[in-house]
């Protein structure tokens, strides 16, 4: 029955959503429950082409409620399972990314974002779930979200976010968009034993002893996984809860679990942010850009070079955690700082927190790539001051 | 180098397929950059249909076509559609039967692709001579490599067929520019 | 609400014993059906550590959290999707839906027919006490015309499911419906639900005196069990869609039975890459007629 690879090793052109599929399957997803909606539908298509072909399974479920809530069922049997999805499925995710949350079920949800609110632009291009995807589901927790500027990323960043998922047992976005999801390129897909893998922690003890707790963290603050069937007995609750998993309904094992969750991931955030960057040695004026933005950012800058204007590109990979830190030792020396995005600002907001004043945004709510004129205007206006 | 190539005509005609193939060619199997695109949505649903390739020497930053150096257009709509953002002096491919340019157009390359499809036995191959005839007059990239990604993309069954096609449209063009 | 000491009982190993005393008010009905759950997965036959136990959101939701087995309490509707997915990823697994009326059949409505539809293998026990208890006693979507609740407080006037009917019609291969004072059929339909590949559907009558018994003047449970003594009426063949509850009239039966026992293909994402299987029944909604 099994009859095609999991990793598809070799030079390929290919759409950023298939790339995503592939990303995943690359990573050992082998479980896929999603609902289609454009313009992520082509890595649903693609994955229930090729799930069975690696003996994985893909369900197309009644909505995106149920498709969140079957990754997470899936997780905590013992698979790496996605979903994917768009701006109004995403809305409806949230819950159960909360879930995952408070669970600490790793998986991966990818986004390919398009013009919102509501139903905005179906089929045309948007960056407006960032914040969304940092905050959309209620209270505090941590996540981790992959930005892709190309179908290579796409692959790439698919399989990252399922390593990044398993170890610190968090849901992980990549938050592509319509641009780079329906865009062809080359993709160059390694041999399986050059795609990283990290695996989820494990019980150390056998079942049936007293040793093992199944929500008590090592010193990583991450709790090692015992799945369904295995014989630990588990008991997993969206309620806050105790090391046993027990639920606790108190002020004090709410402060110390939410604490926990939110602290393993601060805690790595060094290790976990990634970014790009290019001419910014000398550079007086940094444009901050990511996912396709980022392609038009690059463009702007090259030619702002030409014009002799001392300007560079930092390209977050990573906008949850944000880079703050490398932003806020760049603002410290730059003469000024360019957001373009396609939203109302949802980053500059973010990197105004690092540079303490205010930045020049681009921005443009969706519905067409934001070209490099604009940005680049912006900054021939940022040099003069 | 960067050239921008839009590719035009109506839905069923391939214009989609020979866009990938031209992108894959010169991103797979001549060592150049290239990204290809498609317009989705409504305005893609109806009669029109077009496919956008980028082919570079370096990596491409901003992947969308925006004014094309290239226009190959299939339909008399196509042509009316997109010819006002051909870059000046751009080249213009199109097919002969389906097209009637404007009296004052100036330079452009006509072949009849539909038709010598049709004379293979297969109108729906006329995308291919097309693609055959482009990969000639244009010179963006090398025959060998638009060879390449037919056999890798088509099904076996098809390949035969698909290269003669190729071919037919490549050797009508009186001199084929050497890709460089 | 208060809380009750639950006896010594050979069933204990079953339980966290570290977890009671449990959370449910004296009389209510969860706490026997949980018993009977806990009874059947004993005599399954399948080893614990295979049995698995998956609930959303409110009183029912609870009953997985005091079992010794692998159990996920899970948000408010999504316990089928999440159950689901654990069975495809572990099918050797036994899995089990224990939860309410309001959380499997209004904000989860559309994950049960869907369910139903697939024939996911799954049993899915489902505790009715026609209102929403947790919160305090809300109309819901099993709430008998005319009942009141704290948001129907003239009497509810909305149709309320039959939820072996709705089973039924979307597709369950096995459904039945007991209550909380028939525990032995109910732990017998639970055994049968476990031998069963594909969705079953257990309906469990439960008393909530405080939710439901006190506004609708039933008195304290011993009383809503008297009531479903009285009313209730074992009919296997009942008729499908006279299995409606009216507790407006005094005459008006509870009709309890196991209705449904069909085969029909369990749900297999890998199915149409299989070799196809020798014998298969496409009679969707073909009833085995049950002869007293
Ligand atoms: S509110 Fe009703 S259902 Fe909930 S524990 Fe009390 S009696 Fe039981």
């Known amino acids: 029955m099994k009859d095609g690879p999991a990793v598809l090793e070799g030079q390929h052109f290919l759409l950023g959503d298939h790339a995503c599929a592939e990303g995943a399957l690359a990573a050992g997803c082998r479980f896929f429950a999603g609902y289609p909606i454009t313009p992520s539908t082509e890595i649903a298509e693609r994955l229930a082409h090729r799930l069975p072909e690696v003996g994985g399974i893909f369900v197309q479920m009644e909505d995106e409620l149920a498709s969140m809530a079957a990754i997470v069922g899936a997780s905590v049997a013992g698979a790496r399972a996605m979903t994917a999805t768009s701006g109004p499925g995403f809305s409806l995710m949230m819950e159960n990314v909360g879930l995952a949350a408070m669970m600490e079920v790793p998986c991966v949800v990818v986004n390919v974002q398009r013009g919102a609110p509501s139903t905005g632009l179906p089929t045309l291009v948007a960056q407006a779930d960032v914040m969304q995807a940092r905050w959309g589901s209620h209270g505090d927790y941590e996540i981790v979200a992959y930005a892709p500027a190309s179908p290579q990323e796409c692959f790439d960043l698919t399989v990252r976010a399922f390593n990044t998922a398993d170890q610190y047992r968090i849901p992980v976005f990549v938050l592509a968009d319509e641009v780079v999801g329906h865009m062809t390129e080359r993709v160059v897909i390694p041999p399986p034993d050059a795609i990283p893998k990290v695996e989820r922690k494990r019980p150390r003890t056998a079942p049936g002893g007293d040793g093992f707790l199944p929500f008590q963290a090592d010193d990583d603050l991450v709790p090692p996984m015992a799945h369904a069937g295995e014989g630990y007995r588990v008991h997993f609750t969206g309620l806050t809860h105790d090391e046993r998993g027990y639920p606790a309904t108190n002020a004090e094992a709410h402060d110390r679990l939410v604490r926990r969750l939110v602290e393993k991931v601060r805690r790595h955030a060094w290790r976990i942010e990634e970014y790009e960057e290019s001419q910014l040695e000398d550079a007086r004026v940094v444009v901050i850009a990511y996912g396709s933005t980022a392609r038009s950012a690059r463009r702007a800058v090259a030619v702002a070079r030409e014009e002799g204007i001392r300007a560079g590109l930092l390209r977050p990979i990573t906008l949850w955690p944000f880079p703050g830190e490398r932003v806020r030792r760049l603002a410290e020396r730059v003469g000024a700082v360019v957001v373009p995005e396609l939203n109302m600002g949802q980053i500059a907001r973010e990197v105004e927190r690092f540079t303490h004043r205010p930045v020049l945004g681009v921005n443009h709510a969706g519905g067409a790539m934001l070209p490099p004129e604009p940005i680049l205007d912006t900054i021939r206006e940022a040099a003069t001051r | ?180 | 609400m208060t809380t009750l000491m639950a006896e010594r009982h050979p069933s204990d190993p079953l339980f966290r014993a570290d977890r009671l005393p449990h959370i449910w008010c004296p009389g209510c009905g969860i706490g026997p059906a949980m018993h009977a759950y806990a009874q059947a997965l004993v005599e399954s036959g399948i080893p614990l550590d295979r049995h698995v136990c998956v609930s959303g959101i409110g009183c029912s939701g609870r009953v997985p959290g005091y079992l010794n087995i692998d159990s996920y309490h899970t948000t408010h509707g999504r316990a089928i999707p999440f159950a689901m997915a654990v069975a495809l990823v572990r099918p050797q697994l036994e899995v089990a839906v224990f939860s309410g009326d309001g959380d499997l059949f209004a904000i989860g409505g559309n994950h049960f027919i869907h369910a139903a539809r697939r024939n996911v293998d799954l049993n899915v026990i489902c505790i009715n006490n026609f209102n929403y208890g947790m919160t305090g006693g809300q109309v819901g979507p099993t709430t008998p015309m005319g009942a009141r609740a704290t948001t129907a407080p003239y009497g509810n006037y909305e149709q309320p499911f039959s939820l072996p009917y709705l089973a039924a019609a979307t597709g369950a291969v096995f459904v039945a419906r007991w209550t909380s004072l028939h525990l032995r059929q109910l732990k017998q339909a639970i055994l049968r639900a476990m031998k069963k590949r594909g969705l079953t559907f257990i309906e469990v009558l439960a008393p909530c005196p405080v939710g439901f018994g006190r506004p609708n003047e039933i008195g304290d449970a011993m009383e809503e069990m008297m009531l479903y003594r009285e009313r209730c009426v074992v009919d296997h063949g009942a008729p499908l869609a006279a299995l409606d509850i009216d507790l407006r009239q005094r005459d008006h039966p509870i009709v309890l039975g196991n209705f449904v026992d069909i085969e029909r293909p369990v749900f297999d994402p890998l199915a149409m890459r299989r070799p196809a299987p020798e014998v298969e029944d496409h009679a969707p909604l073909a009833r085995k007629e049950q002869e007293g």
């Open chain 2, 1 to 180: 180098m960067r050239r921008e190539v839009r590719l035009a005509g109506y839905g069923g005609q391939g214009i989609i397929l020979i866009g990938l193939l031209l992108g894959k060619a010169a991103a797979l199997h001549d060592g150049k950059e290239a990204v290809f695109t498609q317009s989705y949505g409504p305005e893609a649903r109806g009669g029109a249909s077009n496919a956008d390739v980028v082919i570079a020497d370096a990596p491409v930053d901003y992947p969308l076509v925006t004014r094309p150096d290239c226009l190959v257009v299939m339909f008399q709509e196509a042509y009316e559609r997109h010819r006002p953002g051909l870059v000046e002096g751009g080249l213009l491919v199109l097919d002969q039967d389906l097209v009637r340019p404007d009296p004052g157009e100036g330079a452009f390359h006509a072949i009849p692709a539909t038709r010598l499809a049709e004379g293979l036995g297969k109108k729906i191959v006329a995308n291919v001579v097309m693609l055959g005839f482009f990969t000639a007059v244009s010179g963006l990239v090398r025959r060998e490599a638009v060879e390449a990604a037919l056999r890798s993309t088509l099904a076996p069954r098809l390949l035969e067929l698909n290269l003669r096609a190729f071919a037919t449209g490549y050797d009508y063009a009186p001199h084929a520019r050497e890709a460089a």
